[in-house]
């Protein structure tokens, strides 16, 4: 009888030891699970913020991945080219093919209650460049000067009524470095964070470059998350604050300023960043909200000129303003005469992929592309 009993109560603990094994493998299995990679959303070509590059990652990813380490999290990265503004939030951010968004702009009326913010990571916006030994103190030292100016930018709009002082019109950060370096102007005034990079990697760290400070001259940024997401906001904001010198450090890397800035006024209609580099990228400036001047600049073609403003302007430019002929929109009618909207619909429903252009059937609803096509039509015979 003793003999079953000790047979009995080793098979008990026999039983015992298996379903603990047993039972723990699932809990070590789940556990492993719940250690997730952190997905970015990132423009593969679009330095200083992102690039597929493993030697230079863009300060955006490096953040990231700072981030990440401190979560004890591997990062794996969603690549989605940012020419699409916002859209490229709603097609990757929001659609849940990433967790997170290093460097949108911290607005209020950025995407809505759709997108939530972590804790501010930096200050970015538009900077003053120059040769190193040219005053940059204020507006007043640009008096009697060349100054390059973005197109439909707040430094534009600054400028605007400033007689004594010229502006030449450049569309990109990259352009208007090359104007400086061409003798073509005395300074510019663009995008700090590219003009600091192009700075740093292009032109040797010749000038300074000097970062603005008033009305929609600098934002705070900061990484987004889907509104669901505020789990993982909260853990982030958690090692921010262990973060701030490693985050400074690596803007140093990229180029951009982080002096004092200098103070400017108020411009006459100061402008909101956006998700967006040229093209409009994560980390660059929108432009302002110019009215186009006619008839037909209400209603739908006003809806059509964000899309087009939003999605087709880095081939084509803001507005449609584009000095390569080929590719100017504003001389369709003239192009194509009666067969301009039947040309239009061919063009953006099947694309025309041997020369860059995407197809838009599946991006775009029919009602979407016909408020381009009324857009279209109110700025023809506008350009040469």
């Not at 968004?101 to 538009?126: N, Q, R, T, W």
């Amino acid at each position: 009888m003793r003999k079953c009993s000790r047979n009995a109560r080793l098979g008990t603990a026999i039983r015992t030891v298996l379903l603990s094994t047993m039972l723990a493998v699932p809990a070590l299995s789940a556990g492993a699970d719940e250690i997730k990679p952190l997905r970015l959303c990132a423009d593969p070509t679009n330095l200083p913020f992102s690039s597929d590059d493993p030697a230079k990652p863009g300060l955006y990813l490096e953040i990231g991945q700072a981030v990440a380490e401190k979560l004890g999290r591997a990062v794996s990265t969603n690549w989605y080219k940012s020419y699409f503004g916002k859209r490229t939030v709603r097609e990757t951010l929001l659609s849940k093919q990433c967790d997170a968004m290093v460097g949108l702009p911290l607005v209020d009326d950025f995407m809505g209650p759709a997108v939530i913010f972590s804790k501010p990571i930096a200050h970015e916006g538009y900077a003053l460049v120059a040769a190193k030994d040219r005053k940059l103190a204020g507006i007043d030292d640009l008096k009697g000067l060349r100054v390059a100016v973005q197109y439909q930018s707040t430094p534009q709009n600054l400028l605007a009524l400033r007689e004594e002082i010229q502006k030449v019109t450049v569309l990109s950060p990259d352009e208007g470095m090359a104007a400086l370096a061409q003798g073509k102007v005395d300074a510019a005034f663009i995008w700090a964070p590219v003009a600091g990079w192009l700075n740093k990697t292009a032109y040797a760290d010749k000038y300074q470059v000097v970062a603005a400070e008033g009305d929609g001259l600098i934002w705070e940024t900061a990484i987004g998350f889907a509104k669901g997401s505020s789990a993982l906001r909260d853990q982030i904001d958690g090692v921010l604050p262990s973060l701030q010198s490693e985050i400074s450090a690596l803007f140093a890397k990229y180029g951009v300023p982080s002096g004092a800035p200098v103070k400017f006024g108020q411009a006459d209609r100061a402008t909101s960043p956006v998700v967006a580099s040229e093209p409009v990228t994560v980390g660059q400036a929108a432009a302002a909200d110019k009215p186009v001047q006619t008839a037909a600049a209400t209603g739908d073609a006003k809806a059509g000129r964000e899309v087009f403003n939003g999605t087709c302007a880095h081939c084509h430019g803001p507005d449609a303003v584009q000095a390569e002929r080929k590719i100017d929109l504003r001389l369709l009618k003239k192009r194509y005469a009666d067969d301009m909207e039947s040309t239009f619909w061919k063009t953006v429903h099947d694309g025309r992929p041997a020369k860059g252009m995407p197809a838009w059937k599946d991006v775009f609803s029919d009602d979407e592309l016909k408020n381009v096509y009324v857009y279209l039509e109110s700025v023809q015979g506008t350009g040469d």
